[in-house]
Nanobody, 121 residues
Framework: QVQLVESGGGLVQAGDSLRLSCAAS????????MGWFRQAPGKERNLVAH????????YYAESVKGRFTISRDNAKNTVYLQMNSLKPEDTAVYYC??????????????WGQGTQVTVSS
């Protein structure tokens, strides 16, 4: 099992930037892909971006392409989500996840507790 702890959320204004971090511990050698999901009130949890642990291949949801960047630091067992040009519709709880990978939440086995991102207009 992998333990994941997110940090970096907060309240910002539209157009601002935030960087989320997710520190992994435990069976980190078993990680293949790490992803960031988000869930707004009353909505489904959707993939924002994911990155493969070994070779750093990335995938982005259309809604965040060109604004968000996912990266990882293998030495620190940490994955980041740099979010620029934030919009009110980016407001959600952001979750870090680890697992075989894919675009759906069931493709990930381990989850963090989530961090709130609120973007005011």
């Amino acid at each position: 099992q992998v333990q994941l702890v997110e940090s970096g959320g907060g309240l910002v204004q539209a157009g601002d930037s935030l960087r989320l971090s997710c520190a992994a511990s435990g069976r980190t050698f078993s990680i293949y892909t790490m992803g960031w999901f988000r869930q707004a009130p009353g909505k489904e949890r959707n993939l924002v971006a994911h990155i493969t642990w070994r070779d750093g291949r990335t995938y982005y949801a259309e809604s965040v392409k060109g604004r968000f960047t996912i990266s990882r630091d293998n030495a620190k067992n940490t994955v980041y989500l740099q979010m620029n040009s934030l919009k009110p519709e980016d407001t959600a709880v952001y979750y870090c996840a680890a697992g075989p990978g894919g675009t759906i939440s069931s493709a990930y086995w381990d989850w963090g507790q989530g961090t709130q991102v609120t973007v005011s207009s």
